[in-house]
């Protein structure tokens, strides 16, 4: 395999998809696996998950979406771009009011697995109310985040960001898409001299 | 190298470790590289960090640290067993108010880093707000994580939930530290059926 690093870096977010390739429901359960596997504060696991693989369901779910915030001019993929699965993330409220930090840590280690197998996914937090009714989501599961799966059909790549400090990403005329990253300095708090 | 799924299975909360063996700096800032290019929420990047891997800083952190909260007759390691590094990780509230999430994220590629080479860390949540003042962290950084590493000096195993459903971790006779983890089918949740 390659390094943790290259597959760090190899993880970003995609959306644009090869529709006609399906990810299967087995694919899904053993990235949910790694999910079940990773920290959670206070080891409490309050996270449960959905996997979405039928067409059908994907039909249905796609429309809950909402995809790219800073790319106004686009309002999702189009029809064969589209994700071949989701997982939707739920936190389980009769077990934890809160699962954020635990979120972090769970949908990083499924991208990191999806990447390994040659899929791509994204983070989708923008979710109509919606999506509950239509997956007959029970009261005590709250919906946090979607990952959309599927063979990206795009690239994505890092880059610095401008002197103005934007960080939202961007795409130029080929479709390409483009993350600012802060370089590590910015990011590097230095500890204070030491007393000798 | 190993796969993705062994990597993060090898990858679990350490809490005692070769004191002897150091880590040096640039180890340190290479795993918050591994941080720096992980997903951001609307790609904001609000999170700094620390580096700490001084012996003399070392010793000034380790105070202010909670260890293992469900072990209550432990105190945390012994001299010989501590941490040889930290990595604290900050927020920093002028750039935006919250990142639990991005801290999830972040945090998971540093320990999967750090097990990549041999190292292993936890996660520590609970420290004392007297941190702050020991660092000279200025105001607008908010701590919210220090993560510990070494070389590993316990094993740590994850096993089934007992049936009254305790999540707590817990040690044997041995020292043998051991996580319960929710099966698979206990965080699955089906989707509805389809209606042909």
Known sequence: MTTITELIQQTRSYRRFDESKPVSD????????????????????PLKYMPISN??????????????????DWSGP????????????LLDTTIFEEGNFDLGIASQNILLGATEIGLGGCRIATISPNLRKTLSIEDHLQ?????????PKEEVEITKIDPNGD???WR?????????????E???????????
């Not at 189009?78 to 993330?89: Q, T």
């Not at 130029?172 to 590590?184: A, S, T």
């Not at 910015?186 to 000798?196: G, H, Q």
Request: charged share 20%.
């Open 186 to 196: 910015e990011i590097l708090i230095s500890p204070p001299s030491l007393s000798k």
């Open 167 to 169: 960080i939202k990403y």
């Open 78 to 89: 189009i029809e064969g771009e589209r994700p071949s699965a989701y997982i939707i993330c």
């Open 55 to 72: 067409p059908e369901h994907n039909c249905q779910v796609f429309p809950h979406l909402g995809w790219a915030g800073y790319i106004s």
């Open 143 to 151: 919906v946090m985040l979607v990952i959309a799966l599927g063979v």
């Open 172 to 184: 130029d005329k080929e479709e390409r898409h483009y993350v600012p990253k802060r370089n590590l």
């Open 26 to 45: 087995k694919t899904l359960i053993k990235l949910i696996n790694l999910a079940r596997l990773s920290g959670s504060a206070r080891n409490v696991q």
